[in-house]
């Protein structure tokens, strides 16, 4: 299964607001992110991922283009999904989302047209532990995931805090 | 792949790469190979029979703590895409702690240049002599520490958590019911007593409790014996995990030490043992700066408190030693908090000679001495001691001084103490404020400390029981806004900061266990 980044253009946030900008009192609470494909092939959406802040729910709709003759229409993939809890709190405020394919089971290419998700999709429960065997199938991918997070951090027992047996310090420094 | 699957598979790999360094996977590597001599290993049936074979000699329960252990530590699974830094905190809690931890390096240079003592230095052989021969007693020395001063003290700390803001919340001019009355000002989620009567439930009013249904009106035949064969089956057993839950119905005196350490998963292998010596011979070989502010500290707090200046020379040899101990870097993965970094002398700037100082990479601050105090009435054998002293730190106090967002964060906690006051004691909470007494400007020296000095120690233990059976902290703002609703009545009839500090000034005669009981499960809110 090879993943590859697709380019992507993100446009800046706009408020959805009634009423002027400028004299109306209150923040809007819905900001829209544009995000456009430059390119032309299709491609099969497996994953969006995003670093949150502050945003407490999220919907995402897509609109395709198919042929010349059928117009285009809009399509929501995901509505309202939760991403913190508690809006007032900081739980969930500044963390990294991945969305994947399942999440919206007709985020499948050719379906989109034809089959709007419906307004509650619960996530996949699991009933009990997963299977053992097929866990630690998946734990063989997951390996080079965690080399590469623990890359640049050692895990080992350092052991010696001095150097050649050298200890003499000058100052604290401050980076 | 399943967000939960995925997630559970790169908990695994995370374990069993941290477990893989571990003398446990070596001992079980040998145990393995012994045990092929054995008749019931059988070659077609390898796998299961070794398996078996663990079960039945209790290798399987040593590994199951050992994994248990991990997951109580273990941060949640990160995003494969976040850096290891995101792993740390919300970005304005980092930025707070990195301009803290400037000013207390600061302060320590200044120090430095002040009085013309270096950071660290070799100890010339006749001293180290001397040190190795009075190492038991290093509480006779008199030092002329007057020119030393502790690096901070809570205080000043608190001080710090009372400006720290996200700039992503606006609290608005009006006053609303969510404006926050207390001194702390940043939106995190915590727990009110509906959820805290759920988490703490073995607490409750029809639980069997240390601390309550063992005093001596209570025949011990309704709950303290069955509670003490328990126990004892538990360390029989050695499972950690039933230990932890034992425990939070508080643990007999002769069978706390014990308990605790199965909790923590320590063991005092040979190997043990041996890194205790080293520590100690590398305070031999070296003097820090670090263990003049650990001198000072030990001094002014625990040596002059009746029940703990008999273990000064104790404290001495933990807490030297802990200065030393790079294994306490480790921690730092999952603490908001970075190391000093310091340059071998001439050799700024050159990462081959950049180092971490002090070697564990904590600055003791006034008070730091008082987290081991109490555990020197448990464990008398200084490298037990020592190991026991550094888990609870890695797994707890680190928390009480340093910000972050975490649940058992000193940030939470004061946020917890604060909200509890406001909302179950209002009229004390608005009295004590309209007179310039927050609560918290009281209690945040208790937290800080783990009511360490504060309660009497057989208290102090039953309150450390819960922290070890909960593996959490919101126990000590529990505490701390218990004894305040105890303690209400006098406190509505103070005028000043000064006579509300009075009131609350000695808590040595508090039973914790009532207090908690009745805040908790028996207050009509």
Known sequence: MSRVLVPCHVKGTVALQVGDVRTSQGRPGVLVIDVTFPSVAP?????????NYYTAFLSIRVRQYTSMHTPVKWVTCLRDY???????????????????????????FPKWLSHPVPCEQPAPHLEGLPNPSSVSSEVQQMWALTEMVRASHTSTKIGRFDVDGCYDLNLLSYT | MLQEESDL????????????GSNLYAQLERQ?????????IKLESLKEDIKEF???SGWEKKLQNAVYSELSVFPLPSHPAAPPEHLKELVYMRKAQGSWEKRILKSLNSMCTELSIPLARKRPVGEQKELLNKWNEMGTDEPDLSLFRPVYAPKDFLEVLINLRNPNYENGD???????LGLIQVPLKVKDIPELKEFFVELGLTTGQLGIDDSTQVPPELFENEHVRIGQKVL????????????????PTALRAELWALILNISSQPEDILYYEQLKTNVIQHDLLVDSLIYKDVKLTASNDDYYFVFEDYLYQVLLCFSRDTSVLAHFAYNSASPPKSYIRGKLGMEEYAVFYPPNGVIPFHGFSMYVAPLCFLYHEPSRLYQMFREMYVRFFFRLHSISSHPSGIVSLCLLFETLLQTYLPQLFYHLREIGAQPLRISFKWMVRAFSGYLATDQLLLLWDRILGYNSLEILPV??????????????????????????ADLSTLKVMPLLQIFLFATVT
């Open chain 1, 82 to 108: 939760c991403l913190m809890p508690d809006p007032h709190s900081e739980e969930g405020a500044q963390e990294y989302v991945s969305l994947f394919k399942h999440q919206s089971p007709s985020m499948t």
């Open chain 2, 9 to 20: 598979s790169l908990t695994i790999a995370q374990i069993v790469q941290k477990l893989k």
């Open chain 2, 174 to 180: 009006s006053l609303s019911f969510r404006t926050h």
């Open chain 2, 236 to 251: 029989v057993e050695q499972d950690s995990a039933a230990a932890q839950q034992y425990i939070r119905q508080g643990s």
């Open chain 2, 32 to 40: 393995a190979w012994a045990s092929l001599q054995r008749p019931e």
């Open chain 2, 479 to 504: 505490l701390a806004a218990a004894v305040f609703a105890f303690r209400a009545v006098n406190l509505m009839e103070v005028t000043s900061l000064a006579a509300a500090e009075a009131v609350l």
């Open chain 2, 54 to 56: 663990f079960k039945t």
């Open chain 1, 43 to 51: 491609f099969e959406l497996q994953e969006i991922t995003f670093k």
